[in-house]
């Protein structure tokens, strides 16, 4: 079934506490996955990011790296500034800023690669997308909206700025272009 499966590569989804978003956030997943060419155990093989060559750190281990970190500042900064964070939106969107990634990508002869849907309509705009197709709090739908560059020129939440920084804590260091080596 289409929903374990999810629930295998996506442990931290028991992390939301509000069942109903729970639900949500794995119809998300259950619908994306529906309308790629991959199968929930292609996630935990692909590379997380076709920007980078030769990239060996896969999908899954990147999505689940950002929530584990997301997590992890976000009780941080709760318990050092006392200051509200809604947890489970923190990780609801955590989950969710890459779940329109499943609609950019295609098969060609065998290799993945961007379809054209992928580069008219970048993953944070169809992520939003699918989010509000199963009705997503907007506090959630914003994380996903401005998670990456697209969001740069607006403002973010907490939640959001939190979810920013760790995805791209985890993305920049396997970039030649961004990192120094000695």
């Excluded at 076709?50 to 689940?64: A, G, P, Q, S």
Aim: hydrophobic content about 40%; aromatic content about 8%.
């Amino acid at each position: 079934m289409m929903r374990d499966k999810i629930k295998q590569i996506w442990p931290e989804i028991e992390l939301i506490n509000d069942e109903g978003l729970r639900e949500k956030v794995t119809d998300c997943w259950e619908y994306a996955i529906g309308q790629s060419p991959l199968e929930p155990e292609d996630l935990q093989k692909i590379p997380f990011s076709l920007l980078i060559d030769n990239c060996y750190i896969t999908f899954m281990n990147h999505k689940r790296t950002v929530v584990q970190l997301s997590v992890e500042i976000g009780n941080i900064m709760k318990t050092n500034f006392e200051t509200e964070i809604n947890m489970d939106y923190l990780i609801a969107g955590a989950i969710l800023i890459d779940v329109g990634k499943l609609l950019e990508y295609e098969m060609s002869e065998g290799k993945l690669g961007t379809s054209r849907e992928g580069k008219l309509l970048r993953h944070p705009f169809s992520g939003v997308s699918i989010a509000d197709r199963f009705g997503i709090p907007v506090d959630v739908q914003h994380i996903i909206a401005y998670h990456s560059k697209e969001g740069d020129l607006g403002k973010r939440t907490i939640e959001s700025i939190i979810v920013h920084h760790a995805d791209f804590v985890s993305f920049e260091p396997f970039q030649d272009t961004k990192r120094i080596t000695v």
